[in-house]
Structures are given as C-alpha cells and as structure tokens.
C-alpha cells in the first residue's frame, strides 16, 4: 500500500479529458515536487511531467499537471489511443527518507 | 547515445546474495544521482534506491538494511548488493537517472528469489 493514493483506473474516449489523482500528505506532495510518470508495457517509463508542472521537451500539451496543498493532478486532453497506458505520481518523501511512487492508474481509451 | 544497461539478474534462493550492476554511457555519469527502480509482475514501479553524485545513498523501507547501493564514477557504473533476499523482492529491476524526472532508463534485469 503506498503512501500517495491513486485510482486504479481512468477511462475516457477518443477526444475527451481525463484527470488521475495523486494523494500524499505533507511529508511528500505537501512539500516537494511532483514528477508523472507514464508507463507501457514491456518499454521503459517515460517521464511526462517534472517539478508539478513542467513538460520535457517532446511531450505534448495535451499533458498537463498541476499541485495543490498535498494532492496532484495529471491531466490528459484530445485522449488518443495511444494514450492507453499506467500513470504514476513520483515525489520525495521527507519522512521516509526516500522517493515514492503511487500505486499507478490503468488509462483505458474506450 | 545515452544508455544504461543492467546486469546480474537471475534465479536465488530465499535469504540468498545477488548484485546486480548498472553500466552507464553517452552522459557523464558522475554528475547524475542515480537510482534503482523495480517492478513485480503485476505491481507497480516501486522504487528501491538512490546514490548522489557525492555516494550518498537512500533506500526504500523495504529494502533498508539488506540492500547496498555503490557506484564507480570512473567505471562509469552503479552496482545494487542484494543480501537476505525475500519473495517479495521478484521483480524486473530497472536503473534510472536524469535531471529533470528520470528520463533515461535501462531494459531491466529480472531478479527472481525462489526455492
């Protein structure tokens, strides 16, 4: 059970918008960036958002994300198929001494 | 081209030893802090550790007290000394570095701990 809580799954169709959660406390999200990761299968995760809000270079604006107090958000605009994917939040945590992952959202395009 | 490769992987018996290594090339490695990230099939990324620039090392709760992180900046590489392996601790293990997220990562070495 990891300390930032996400859902398990998201969905949306082609076109529309999805948001994935990210809970912490302040410990982590309350007090240090926030990085997104997103993952497929059988390749290695990609980076899509750093420090809360910021896009490396090759990702489109369709991704964005944003924080608040201690909870994250990342969003996904004009869903496309190739969006299907898992979708973690990353932060430190000062308590534990250590970096966390959430424990991953399952984005199904419909 | 910037790469990292992971090594070392295989089959050890419960309470066992393994280390695994994680050779760096394309960037200068001494400049980045690294990390240690796995995956159990099924599960989540979860990550296990972390050595700075200066060989300061973190770990997850999980790990702490059996795990070792080490890194030669002149070999251009990072090794993980597993000891007193568990179940728990199958997985794929990935190493993983960069300076804005973690943006370069290796295939993975897969670990699985198993009488």
Redesign the interface.
């Known amino acids: 059970q ?1 300390v930032l809580t996400q859902p398990p799954s998201a969905s949306g169709t082609p076109g529309q918008s999805v948001t994935i959660s990210c809970s912490g406390s302040s410990s982590n999200i309350g007090r240090d960036y926030v ?1 997104w ?1 997103q ?1 497929l299968p059988g390749t ?4 899509l ?3 809360n809000n ?1 896009r ?1 270079s090759g990702v489109p604006d369709r991704f964005s994300g944003s924080k608040s107090g201690t909870s994250a958000s990342l969003a996904i605009s004009g869903l496309r198929s190739e969006d299907e994917a ?1 979708y ?1 939040c ?1 932060v430190w945590d000062d308590s ?9 959202t399952k984005l199904t395009v419909l | 081209e910037v790469q990292l490769v992971e090594s070392g992987g295989g089959l050890v018996q419960p309470g066992g030893s393994l280390r695994l290594s994680c050779a760096a090339s394309g960037f200068t490695f001494s400049s980045y802090d690294m ?1 240690w ?1 796995r995956q159990a099939t099924g599960k ?4 296990v550790s ?1 050595i700075s620039t200066s060989g300061d090392t ?4 999980s790990v702490r007290g059996r795990f070792t992180s080490s890194r030669e900046n002149a070999r251009n590489s990072m090794s993980l000394q597993m000891s007193s392996l568990r179940d728990e601790d199958t997985a794929v293990y ?1 190493c ?1 570095t ?1 300076w ?4 370069v ?4 070495t897969t670990v699985i701990v198993s009488s």
């Open positions: 990891s990085f990761y993952h290695a995760p990609k980076v958002i750093y420090r910021q490396p898992d973690y990353a534990l001494r250590g970096w966390v992952f959430g424990g991953g | 990390h990230v989540g990324l979860e990550w972390g973190y770990y997850s709760v990935y993983a960069g804005n997220g973690w943006d990562w290796g295939k993975g």
